[in-house]
């Protein structure tokens, strides 16, 4: 399955953003699809996730700000992103969890305050 992740861009803090994934095979059949992030010199980390049954689960630092949904029909992942913050910078890409070996492309998305 290739994933590809799209609709980053540069946004003022407070503003939002949503991220849209499209994998090119069946996602049906993975449990958990995922949404992580990397940022400039830190390590990769798991922002948000979703189970084949809709339960979601997000990190700390995005809870209540962040929304995970997927539409499995159309083997699509999204992440809203509301109220963002400038610690929200980075390269958000989608993949399962567990990931992939094959990350794919992510998308840039610039918080500025």
């Known amino acids: 399955v290739q994933l590809q992740a799209s609709g980053g861009g540069l946004v003022q803090a407070g503003g939002s953003l949503r991220l849209s994934c499209a994998a090119s095979?069946?996602?049906?059949?993975?449990?958990?699809m995922a949404w992580y992030r990397q940022a400039p010199g830190k390590q990769r980390e798991l922002v948000a996730g979703?189970?084949?049954?809709?339960?979601?689960y997000y990190a700390d630092s995005v809870k209540g700000r962040f929304t995970i949904s997927r539409d499995s029909a159309k083997n699509m992942v999204f992440l809203q992103m509301n109220s963002l913050k400038p610690d929200d910078t980075a390269v958000y890409y989608c993949?399962?969890?567990?990931?992939?070996?094959?990350w794919g492309q992510g998308t840039l998305v610039t918080v500025s305050s």
């Open positions: 979703i189970t084949s049954s809709g339960a979601t």
């Open positions: 993949n399962r969890n567990p990931p992939f070996t094959n």
């Open positions: 095979g069946n996602i049906d059949s993975i449990n958990d």
